[in-house]
């Protein structure tokens, strides 16, 4: 009997072979995946140069034979741990900076404690930030600081560089940063002011759980995780998808809490009243209107990012007041804009192009 | 290799990959709707005073036993991290006294530092 048109005997043999071994291979790697741990993240060398509470600034270690002037602050999300920046050499953003002549440090965030429920926004952006920066300075003897927010990172540092337009932020390098609050549907839904009590909420558990915030970002994509877990069996035989799968699994779902009072100005001042993006946000009674950012500015938006969605970022270079300003889209979703394959081809290059020459 | 519209491997990741695109589009729409809003927030707070009462229902147990209570982990944990933090103060002083003590710039670690001297390579020209 002939084969149906488009199938060859000789190579469906092949395919059959193929797929024989790799169930051979899952077998074996599937028993070595439940026995071994995941590969070390977030181990480019570094010092700690400071920790107070729910915050740790980090320097790493300089290994370019000369740097560029002006120090680099990373400040991460709120959410969630920094070493997404830094998963395992030769995919590390850090190690990537480092390397092309960057001195830089990282303001990361460790979960808050009970009694630091009362965090406001304010202790975030005019202690927090202004406080790291002022190490930072200290500590590179430089006046001038280039200042990187990722995401929720993003926000704190315009609100911090409209708080304090005349320094001494010298660039402002913005990933995946909401502004329009009110574009980001599905948590707007999931916060609609009819339904939600966040004081409620926040008066009877403190800080809002990580679980909570965990599953807030898993409800958008509600079918991904257990389509990557059939993703992961089918690749099992294959290492690199294997050890890729484990680097980002171990950071998605290690998210941090939210300090609760932190959590309710976020809520009330952002997702329901959209104050950043109608330019009426304040932090500590101090007007907080991005029009008054002037530095340079760059932000890098991911054209699939699920969690930012574009129409929630894309007013950010339009309000700014700076005139030497980028928006740049590339190919991504919210993590593998900054981390991965993806982000070592697109990101990380032009990046660099953009912020070298604005470093001396 | 046998052709790709013809691999029933293929055939099967390009399924899973279009459920779960369904999926999440039929899942994000539903979740939209201000019914889901209210139904969630409503077991939502329910849970929350739930868990609120069990919490304080397990620190009596958790007395009665003589066992130490998660506010007092927490309170040990803290005073390790009061330990942890004064221990870093402690480093960067001395820091601060070695950068001041030597004209030499010296890092965190105390290590010399390389010079600020660094210039963007031309465009073109590949860097290391």
């Known amino acids: ?360 | 290799m046998a052709d790709k519209g013809n691999d029933p491997v293929a055939i099967w990741q390009a399924m899973i990959g279009e459920i779960e695109k369904g999926f999440n589009s039929f899942a994000n729409q539903a979740m939209a709707s201000p019914e889901f809003s209210k139904v969630v927030n409503q077991v939502g707070g329910a849970t929350v005073s739930a868990q609120k009462q069990f919490g304080e229902l397990m620190e009596k147990y958790l007395v009665s036993m003589n066992l130490p209570s998660r506010a007092q982990v927490v309170g040990m944990a803290e005073r390790l991290q009061s330990i942890e933090g004064q221990l870093n103060e402690i480093k960067a002083m001395l820091h601060q006294m070695q950068s001041a003590s030597g004209s030499a710039d010296t890092g965190s670690a105390g290590a010399l530092r390389p010079p600020r001297t660094r210039r963007p390579h031309p465009p073109g020209k590949a860097q290391k």
């Open chain 1, 1 to 360: 009997m002939n084969a149906p048109i488009g199938l060859d005997p000789a190579s469906m043999a092949e395919r059959i072979q193929a797929e024989v071994q790799r169930a051979i291979q899952r077998s074996i790697k599937g028993v070595e995946y439940i026995a071994s741990s995941g590969p070390s993240l977030g181990s480019t060398p570094k010092d700690v140069l400071h920790v107070r509470g729910t915050m740790s600034l980090y320097h790493y270690r300089p290994i370019a034979d000369e740097i560029y002037r002006v120090p680099v602050l990373i400040v991460m999300a709120t959410t969630n741990r920094g070493y997404i920046l830094d998963m395992i050499p030769g995919q590390s953003f850090i190690e990537f900076l480092l390397k092309r002549g960057y001195d830089v440090y990282m303001l990361d965030w460790t979960a808050p404690r009970p009694e630091e429920k009362c965090l406001r926004m304010e202790d975030y952006v005019l202690d927090f930030i202004p406080d790291c920066i002022r190490r930072v300075q200290q500590d590179s003897g430089e006046s001038d600081v280039t200042v990187i927010g990722y995401c929720f990172g993003g926000v704190l540092s315009l609100l911090y560089g409209s708080i304090f337009p005349d320094g001494p932020i010298k660039n402002l390098i913005c990933f995946t940063t909401p502004i329009d609050f009110h574009e980001m549907k599905l948590f707007r839904n999931f916060s609609d002011r009819r339904y939600f009590d966040v004081d409620r909420l926040v008066d009877s558990i403190g800080n809002v759980p990580p679980e909570m915030i965990l599953s807030s970002f898993e409800m958008l994509r509600p079918a991904s995780r257990a389509a990557g877990q059939v993703q992961l069996w089918e690749n099992i035989w294959n290492d690199e998808y294997v050890k890729s799968y484990r680097m980002f699994d171990r950071w998605a779902t290690d998210t941090l809490p939210l300090a609760g009072e932190y959590f309710r100005a976020i809520t009330k001042d952002l997702m329901w009243d959209n104050k950043l993006f109608n330019g009426t946000m304040s932090v500590g009674g101090r007007p907080a209107d991005i029009s008054r950012i002037k530095v340079p500015i760059l932000h890098a938006v991911a054209e699939h990012d699920h969690i930012v969605p574009y129409d929630a970022a894309k007013h950010l270079i339009a309000k700014v007041g700076s005139a030497d300003k980028e928006e740049v889209m590339l190919k991504g979703g919210h993590v593998s804009l900054v981390a991965g394959a993806n982000a070592i081809k697109r990101l990380w290059p032009k990046l660099d192009s953009w912020l070298g020459g604005r470093s001396i």
